[in-house]
């Protein structure tokens, strides 16, 4: 039976499937189909493999200890994901935190976060421990080609030493744009999950958009009236993905095939479905970015304490574990 209205969709992705083909021959120097199966045949098994591999496994559940639930509470109480960045420190998403002081930076509703949610019915494992009610940093929108929406809150309570610090495994200036990824989180406020998943390219999101469409064309109205009410667009330091974490993990760490930290998942370019929210696709902001606006916010605001995590290299992986892992 065919799909109503698809025949326009199709002939849109047929006409750019040569073109497609061409760009990415160039960019792989491949010289005929036969070398362009045999590089995707390469690429899939890669792809299974990565996060396969007991010890990057093992890695990932270490590095998920930082990572915990965060709890809004007050008049429109709502869930999300926030990690260890240094410190007491813990970084989630701007729009997270809906009731704040514009000037003073006070936060009226009361956050709490929970680390080791991990089993419901085992209240007694995990860890919960307040938020101080003044924002360390925070910045939501567009400045330049870049689009930032972090909020960088500070916890009241002791932690445990034992909980990684995610920007120990953070390394400078490492930004990826294709390949596999994992994302850690608390998706539709649920105990912590991971979703392997794999980079859409920049010249492939488009490609990505259509194969979406054409898979859901009942909906092709709602994802247009959606995307003409939010604008939606990609900035400079957009990474997009496909994700099946949607609401509440917002603030979930996401790292790159050597279990570094490469961004902070933020949402979807979502629309209204029979059976709730769809979403074309998904996406991170880089960390690069947003670290040095969090410097930029802590000279500005004298927060020497902010400042001596991130001007310490002991705080970053040592030089030679920068390098990209080829294994």
Same mark, same amino acid.
């Given at each position: ?22 760009? $990415? ?20 098994d ?14 990932i559940?270490? $590095?998920s ?7 809004v ?22 729009h ?39 924002l ?39 930004c990826?744009?294709?390949g ?88 979807g370019?979502?629309y ?20 040095d ?9 004298k ?25």
């Open positions: 039976m065919e799909i109503p209205n698809s025949k326009e969709i199709l002939g849109i992705l047929r006409d750019q499937f040569k073109d497609l083909l061409e760009t $990415l021959k160039q960019r792989e120097n491949l010289k005929n189909n036969t070398e362009v199966q045999n590089f995707f045949r390469d690429e899939y890669k792809s299974v493999q990565s996060f396969g591999k007991v010890r990057k496994v093992k890695e559940m270490r $590095l200890e930082s990572v915990c639930q965060i709890r509470e007050g008049s429109a109480p709502c869930k999300a994901t926030g990690f260890l960045l240094f410190g007491k420190f813990i970084l989630t998403n701007a997270v935190i809906k009731n704040y002081d514009l000037f003073t930076w006070r936060i009226h509703d009361p956050i709490k976060a929970a680390f080791n949610f991990e089993k419901k019915s085992d209240k007694g494992n995990f860890t919960v421990i307040p938020v101080k009610d003044t360390a940093a925070y910045h939501f929108g567009k400045e330049g080609e870049n689009h930032f929406d972090f909020a960088l809150l500070e916890l009241n309570g002791e932690i445990p030493e034992t909980f990684p610090r995610l920007l120990k495994s953070y390394s400078k200036d490492n990826t744009t294709t596999e990824i994992c994302i850690v989180g608390h998706p539709n406020g649920e105990v912590k999950k991971t979703d392997p998943c794999f980079i859409i390219a920049k010249e492939n999101r488009q490609k990505a958009e259509m194969e979406h469409i054409s898979e859901n064309i009942n909906f092709y109205h709602f994802m247009t009236q959606s995307s003409m009410k939010e604008k939606w667009s990609f900035s400079k330091n957009h990474m997009t993905y496909h994700s099946c974490f949607f609401h509440g993990s917002s603030g979930s760490p996401v790292f790159d095939r050597k279990c570094r930290l490469i961004g902070i998942h933020t949402g370019y979502v209204q479905g029979e059976k709730g929210y769809r979403s074309v696709m998904e996406y991170a902001y880089a960390i690069q970015p947003i670290l606006k969090i410097q930029n916010l802590a000279e500005k605001n927060r020497t304490d902010i400042l001596e995590y991130l001007n310490d290299s002991k705080h970053y992986l040592p030089q030679e574990d920068q390098k990209m892992d080829t294994s």
